[in-house]
């Protein structure tokens, strides 16, 4: 494979609601923070790798962005592939250090489509749906991943208690990050009384919507020793894809998580039960569920009553996204999956504080796009 | 008051206008590949199975049943705020596709996975494009 792959610096921004940022200060804080927290400079940086922007689109956000910091990387992409893009830039950096074609890759993501959008966001993620076949009838993205969750309920694999439980668990989880969007404590009724969205999902089983941005950067790993902080090795990274419209997907019980997950741990040469902590991609408590089923990470119908067992938290058998995910933490478009890597990263680096997962030595970040369409795992571990 | 949009409505193209052209005339029309003999939905240019490019068009007997569903509560825009809540729905026809549509003539309460349906076509004001939906079959 050539040349190894680390994570040498992360950042993520406050998120919530920001009226004095802009896509590109966001970008720019993110960008800024990490090259900090891998000691590096912005003439360092040989890569960039950029997402997507609602609020403010671009079509070159690695050459805005590029423009906007005084960067002139050899490698400049962008990646839109719906939430999982955090994942895919990880992936595509690991790949050009591999290759040898750059040393350090600045992968970066954020938007502020809370303060910057206003109620145009929910019409605007509508608009994913396809033209012809979806947006006729009215389809919102909850109510296209509810149709998987009501699969799961009719089988009686899920239920209401089950969902409330992920919720709980990530709001206790966000409290304890200094820059979470949201921390007032919920509880199981609060959750169950919530108004409903799109059944059998729920008000409090929806993800934020929050200014933010985070960074990443990746680096060939002879640099590591040169590097402030410990490293943090990429393992393994695997990728699914199945469909783009929920109409289209071959299943709605399993989804190409499967193939991510499982690839990403046989490259990594572990198992399942080798993963210390899990940062899954999150925007419905559903999600969550389904995904850590579908992953294998829990038999059928397990994985519900697991986070009503408490297995989910900081101090469980398995925490499961720690810094309180989309769903508490914060859900910055393409940042929303970028904030479980940098999560991830913490947690190996033993950076967490309140949050931290005792000995984590290997974790999974998940990032997915679409409704439940594409996947990117990734296994990381300490250096 | 300000004044609604009309809901968003399918802008037929090169492949798909035997399907919306079938709709306005009441049948439900979906490709068949004669290489492969699976049927697929939406048409495409070639078979998303086989990658055959012989494709008929057929007529659909219009039954099935809800693969899932869901009801919605909150619209995702303003020209749907006045329906809700309404079902969204998956559905198994039975030549063997799946399309999406709203389940209509009913109360959302009694839509359950497994339901078997039939294919209506609904007008809206404003437009000579009809839309396919179902609603309950009745024995």
């Known amino acids: 494979m050539g040349n190894k792959a680390i994570i040498s610096g992360v950042h993520d921004t406050q998120v919530g609601a920001l009226p004095d940022s802009t896509c590109m200060s966001l970008h720019t804080e993110a960008s800024l923070g990490a090259l900090a927290d891998a000691g590096l400079k912005v003439s360092d940086i040989d890569g960039l790798l950029t997402a997507y922007s609602f609020a403010s689109p671009q079509l070159m956000l690695g050459g805005v962005l590029g423009e906007y910091i005084g960067l002139r990387p050899k490698v400049n992409a962008s990646i839109a592939m719906g939430g999982m893009t955090g994942g895919l830039l990880v992936r595509h950096a690991a790949a050009l250090v591999q290759a040898g074609i750059c040393r350090h890759v600045l992968c970066v993501t954020g938007d502020n489509r809370l303060t910057g959008m206003g109620d145009k966001v929910q019409a605007a993620l509508a608009d994913v749906g396809h033209p012809q076949y979806e947006q006729p009838y009215g389809m919102s993205v909850p109510a296209a991943f509810a149709m998987a969750a009501q699969v799961y309920f009719h089988e009686g694999w899920l239920n209401g208690d089950h969902l409330a439980a992920v919720a709980v668990n990530q709001r206790a989880n966000a409290a304890l ?3 979470s969007h949201m921390k007032k404590p919920i509880t199981m009724d609060d959750v169950r009384k919530s108004k409903v969205i799109a059944s059998p999902l729920r008000m409090l089983d929806c993800c934020l919507v929050s200014d933010g941005g985070a960074a990443v950067i990746v680096s060939a790993a002879e640099t590591a020793r040169d590097r402030p902080k410990r490293a943090v090795e990429l393992l393994g990274i695997g990728e699914g894809h199945t469909h783009e419209h929920i109409f289209a997907a071959p299943s709605l019980v399993d989804f190409g998580c499967k193939e991510s997950a499982t690839d990403a741990l046989a490259q990594a040469g572990l198992k399942h039960k080798d993963v210390d902590c899990a940062h899954i991609y999150d925007c419905f408590t559903s999600t969550l569920l389904i995904t850590l089923e579908s992953m294998g990470f829990y038999g059928r119908g397990e994985a519900g009553p697991a986070a009503l067992a408490g297995e989910f938290a900081i101090g469980g058998r398995f925490p499961v996204n720690t810094n309180g995910g989309l769903l508490s933490y914060g859900s910055s478009g393409a940042a929303g999956g970028m904030f479980h890597v940098v999560e991830a990263v913490r947690q190996l680096r033993g950076e967490c504080g309140p949050r931290q997962v005792k000995d984590a030595e290997v974790a999974l970040a998940h990032t997915l796009g679409g409704i439940f369409s594409g996947h990117c795992s990734i296994i990381m571990g300490r250096a | ?12 193209d090169a492949i798909s206008r035997p399907y919306w052209e079938g709709a306005n005339q009441g049948i439900f029309a979906f490709q068949r590949c004669r290489d492969c003999g699976k049927a697929q939905f939406y048409s495409r240019s070639a078979c998303v199975h086989c990658h055959g490019s012989d494709l008929e068009w057929q007529v659909a007997a219009g039954t099935g049943r809800v693969a899932s569903f869901s009801v919605i509560h909150r619209a995702p825009i303003a020209s749907f705020m006045a329906d809700t809540p309404y ?6 026809m ?29 007008a809206r004001p404003g437009t000579e494009q009809k839309i396919p939906q179902v609603e309950p079959a009745t024995a």
């Open chain 2, 87 to 92: 079902v969204l729905a998956l559905i198994d």
């Open chain 2, 94 to 122: 039975n030549e063997g596709f799946r399309f999406m549509c709203n389940v209509l003539r009913c109360d959302p309460a009694t839509v359950k996975i497994g339901m078997r349906v039939r294919v209506c076509f609904e």
């Open chain 1, 177 to 179: 990050h200094p820059q």
């Open chain 2, 1 to 12: 008051m300000a004044e609604v949009q009309a809901k968003p409505m399918p802008v037929p």
